[in-house]
């Protein structure tokens, strides 16, 4: 089984886990911004985005720079590479429960259709 920091993994779920987080990555996505823009998209105060910038910061999904009075927020360098392998895991384990639940609701089926002819 792979290993995976579980560090790593707590604080990019974590980020993750806000819609206005969530929402800072996919305007990001686009062209990098700045805090002020950012807090002006999202209708909050400055102190509201920064703490959400720095928790994305935290986590490596997000980097700022700051020239003069201008604090500027770019995508981090975290590719979420790990954070997918971790849930594809679980996709895999679901999927394979799935399929065999698939199998038992057609046997099922198949037998109901036997029993409704043999009436």
């Given at each position: 089984m792979v290993q995976?920091?579980?560090?790593?993994l707590d604080a990019s779920f974590a980020a993750l886990s806000d819609p206005t987080r969530r929402g800072v990555l996919e305007?990001?996505?686009?062209?990098?911004a700045s805090i002020t823009d950012l807090a002006d998209t999202f209708q909050m105060?400055?102190?509201?985005?920064?703490k959400h910038v720095?928790?994305?910061?935290?986590?490596?999904l997000v980097t700022t720079?700051?020239?003069?009075?201008v604090r500027t927020c770019r995508l981090g360098s975290s590719a979420l590479d790990e954070e997918a392998a971790w849930i594809e895991q679980y996709r895999r384990v679901w999927e394979t429960r799935f399929n065999?639940?698939?199998?038992i609701v057609e046997e099922l089926m198949t037998r109901e259709k036997t029993?409704?002819?043999d009436r």
């Open positions: 995976y920091s579980s560090a790593r305007q990001l996505r686009g062209a990098d105060t400055l102190t509201g985005m920064k720095g928790v994305l910061e935290r986590a490596g720079r700051k020239v003069g009075r065999q639940l698939d199998v029993d409704e002819r």
